[in-house]
């Protein structure tokens, strides 16, 4: 059983300075404190002739020097110097020579084709393992390591399936939970279905559960998302019983039991009741049983206190107030601040319409492609032996503006489908209403006939 890990190395503040007073001066940076450490003779010494460190596209003595001039070759000494990953393996469960050969292997199936890696088994500890130093920058077109998920998953991967080779056991990796809306968009389908019988009714029955769903004939997929916001999510990774054909299927057999009516009958309109007040002499002519059973049974103000002092005394049941859980609530403060943040947007720049904030966007884009292709030509640059130092300045100020842009452009991005949803709610509001105001009058014309 092997388990795995990989975290970057940054240089530190003490090894910039002195990079940066005396370029021709090289420290003992973060670079050479991870190889240090990997190759720790303590640690990796077998026997008196023997120790398990191997270097791949490099020598294992000069690990250092070797990495140091590729990162120097194409300017790229600053930021992330190296990767450090281990692999540990089960005690007693292989020995150091297979622990070391199987590190190898894996080293050179992952990174081997394009960057360094140092290889060194340890085995001050009851569990034998190998770490892993991985040049940040590749020796083959010097490019940086880019740090994503699928490159740890390949990573994993790789070392499970060479544990099966080896015969070794391998960590079952637990299957990813789902999203708690995903539920309580399923009893909302489910409530849905059961109150109507037309699409029509399906879409008003989501609505008034504040869902929103999507069926566009010319998107691919339909979707369901909540009216206050949060992203859609498709109808298939909610199940096969939830699929758009599925419903369907329900409907129709709704509409064949009860007709197309079957929304209005679960949920009629509501009928506005005048209120009734009670005259003065409510008592009067009445005898003392009858006026009893009126205030302690009735809806009086005495009945209304007798009800209050046994709500004190504990005899009635107190309401129980709905619990929020905390990812409810992390994500309702979330949403508050990207509305916040869209709000002020929008006031600073005094949008006059939908259009405005489009074409703001579009001229964020053109400025993003601007700069990008300034720092690529600096980047160019640097890769020159005779390069200034004053190009790294310039890179760093030219990918802070342009993380200042994207970050705009992400308010922007926000704001416009906070609106395009504001107006389809509004939509449905109307339709609703219309829906609504209709009925009535073909109810009243029906009792004037």
């Known amino acids: 059983m092997a388990v795995t890990k990989i975290w970057a190395i940054k240089d530190s503040l003490q090894r910039v300075l002195d990079y940066a007073a005396n370029p021709d001066k090289t420290e003992y940076d973060a670079l050479a404190q991870t190889l240090h450490y990997a190759e720790n003779d303590a640690k990796t010494k077998l026997n008196e002739s023997a120790q398990l460190v191997t270097g791949i596209h490099c020598r294992a003595n000069h690990a250092w020097e070797d990495m140091r001039a ?16 281990y692999q540990s393996f089960r005690e007693g469960e ?6 070391h050969e199987i590190g190898v292997a894996l080293a050179r199936k992952v990174w081997g084709k394009r960057f360094q890696v140092l290889v060194a088994t340890h085995m001050n500890t009851d569990n034998l393992h190998n770490h892993f130093v991985i040049n940040s920058v590749s020796y083959v077109d010097g490019k940086k390591y880019e740090q994503r998920r699928s490159q740890y998953a390949e990573f994993r991967e790789t070392s499970d399936k060479l544990c099966r080779e080896y015969g070794l056991s391998v960590v079952e990796q637990p299957k990813a939970k789902e999203p708690a809306r995903y539920a309580r968009m399923r009893e909302a389908i489910d409530q849905a279905c059961e109150d109507a019988s037309t699409p029509e009714d399906f879409h008003r029955a989501l ?13 691919k997929y339909a979707t369901i998302r909540a009216r206050d916001g949060g992203r859609a999510v498709r109808l298939y990774r909610l199940g096969e019983e939830y699929d758009l054909a ?3 299927d329900r409907l129709r057999g709704n509409y064949l039991l009860y007709g197309s009516r079957l929304y ?15 005259p003065k002499n409510h008592y009067t002519g009445k005898g003392i049983l009858q006026i009893f059973f009126e205030v302690f049974f009735g809806e009086s103000q005495m009945h209304r206190l007798y009800l209050y002092y046994w709500y004190q005394l504990g005899v009635l049941p107190k309401k129980q107030q709905p619990r929020i859980s905390r990812q409810e609530l992390e994500a309702i403060w979330k949403n508050i601040d990207r509305v916040l943040a869209e709000h002020a947007f929008v006031h600073d720049h005094k949008f006059p319409s939908l259009q405005a904030i489009v074409d703001y966007r579009k001229s964020l884009s053109q400025q993003m492609e601007t700069l990008a292709a300034q720092r690529a030509e600096i980047v160019k640059q640097m ?8 190009l790294a300045y310039q890179r760093m100020a030219l990918t802070c503006e342009i993380a200042k842009l994207r970050k705009e452009d992400k308010i922007a991005e926000g704001t416009i489908k906070r609106i395009q949803r504001t107006r389809e709610s509004n939509c449905i509001d109307r339709e609703n209403q219309e829906h609504h105001t209709n009925h009535n009058r073909r109810r009243n014309r029906s009792r004037q006939r």
Request: overall charge positive; proline content about 11%.
């Open 70 to 85: 590729v990162q120097e070759r194409f300017g790229k000494t600053d930021g992330v110097v190296a990767l450090h990953a």
């Open 94 to 99: 292989v020995t150091p020579e297979q622990c």
């Open 207 to 219: 609505y008034r559960q504040g869902y929103i769903f999507d069926s566009d004939p010319n998107r």
């Open 246 to 248: 599925a419903i369907d």
């Open 264 to 278: 209005e009958l679960k949920h009629p309109p509501r009928q506005y009741t005048p209120k009734r007040y009670r």
């Open 383 to 390: 890769r020159r032996k005779d390069a200034p130092p004053e």
